[in-house]
């Protein structure tokens, strides 16, 4: 693995979608800042035949702490400007528009300690169309 950025920050928002006459509506929205995050791409070999360099495809983070993410919840490398708004069932949500990254898996070290030599790990990939 090698290191994408170190201490930075990254944001996040959650994916929030209705679906009204068999047509999706929705947007993500809760945007949420997160500071002092490792990010690192995995490469292997094959990505390197098949594509001819490291595409960034999949990328590990590490936080000090449990984070408030899930899985599906999309990561923005810098901060994204709210895109409009929607509304699904009787609230409207702001939208930030597509992320950067999809959250894939959410490794926990231990709960509710901060440490640097057990961080907590997540796992993302890059979404589509943002290549």
Known sequence: MARLFDRCTIWAATPLEEITDGIPQGGNTNLREFSYVNI???????????????????????????????????????????????????????????????????IPSRIGVKTIRNPTTATARKLVGND
């Open 40 to 106: 690192q791409y995995m490469s292997n070999e094959m990505e390197q035949r098949i594509f001819g360099q490291v595409t960034n495809r999949v990328v590990t983070l590490d936080f000090l702490s449990l984070p408030d993410l899930q899985k599906g919840d999309v990561l923005y490398l810098q901060k994204p400007e709210q895109q409009g708004v929607f509304t699904v069932g009787d609230s409207t949500y702001d939208d930030y528009g597509p992320g950067d990254y999809e959250v894939l898996s959410i």
